[in-house]
T-cell receptor, first 113, second 111 residues
Framework: DVKVTQSSRYLVKRTGEKVFLECVQD?????MFWYRQDPGLGLRLIYF???????EKGDIPEGYSVSREKKERFSLILESASTNQTSMYLC????????????FGSGTRLTVV | LAKTTQPISMDSYEGQEVNITCSHN???????ITWYQQFPSQGPRFIIQ???TKVTNEVASLFIPADRKSSTLSLPRVSLSDTAVYYC????????????FGTGTLLAVQP
């Protein structure tokens, strides 16, 4: 079964820490995405990447950066975690070919204290 | 980017057919219509996708009128386990037209 795997299901970090969220997909997808999901706000796109070493800002990139050194791995980095970054983080991937749907990971629930 | 409008919530009973309609007046020629399902504490799951007319799979049907300005997700004979949030999205999902999620429709199925 094809998979998008997020490294942690739950994380608790302190304010000011540098946080790495890892995502790996085994489907040879070109596109990868990071979303955050908060109650009442739905899913909001943070960053996406359509190729190795390529990245594009989504709707809410402030306070985040990303890294894509290999096709199968897309990392989200919180440079200095803050309490307003407490959220559910979801990684997704897809083929670049027009019209294909996304495959999502199970999510990482991050709490910043 | 085309935006979508769908009801915030819907109620149903087990065994009923449920139709969730989504409007997308600004859909572009290259856009597909895609529906996702999300259970609490899980990532969204792809349900169905279409471009025009009707698409059916083992889970649902998707009806798209000729003008493509709306679409209807049809879930036959829902069960309690179909209680979830359903998202309607339009786009081609590529680098220049990424999918934008709205707040979705919370479907509550009661016994």
């Amino acid at each position: 079964d094809v998979k998008v795997t997020q490294s942690s299901r739950y994380l608790v970090k302190r304010t000011g820490e540098k946080v790495f969220l890892e995502c790996v997909q085994d489907m040879d997808h070109e596109n990868m995405f990071w979303y955050r999901q908060d109650p009442g706000l739905g899913l909001r796109l943070i960053y996406f990447s359509y190729d190795v070493k390529m990245k594009e800002k989504g709707d809410i990139p402030e306070g985040y950066s990303v890294s894509r050194e290999k096709k199968e791995r897309f990392s989200l980095i919180l440079e200095s975690a803050s309490t307003n970054q407490t959220s559910m983080y979801l990684c997704a991937s897809s083929f670049v070919t027009q019209g294909y749907g996304y495959t999502f990971g199970s999510g990482t629930r991050l709490t910043v204290v | 980017l085309a935006k979508t409008t769908q009801p915030i919530s819907m109620d149903s009973y087990e065994g009923q057919e449920v139709n969730i309609t989504c409007s997308h007046n600004n859909i572009a020629t290259n856009d597909y219509i895609t529906w996702y399902q999300q259970f609490p504490s899980q990532g969204p799951r792809f349900i169905i996708q279409g471009y025009k007319t009707k698409v059916t799979n083992e889970v649902a049907s998707l009806f798209i009128p000729a003008d493509r300005k709306s679409s209807t997700l049809s879930l036959p004979r829902v069960s309690l386990s179909d209680t979830a949030v359903y998202y309607c999205l339009v786009g081609d999902g590529g680098a220049t037209n990424k999918l934008i999620f709205g707040t979705g429709t919370l479907l509550a199925v009661q016994p």
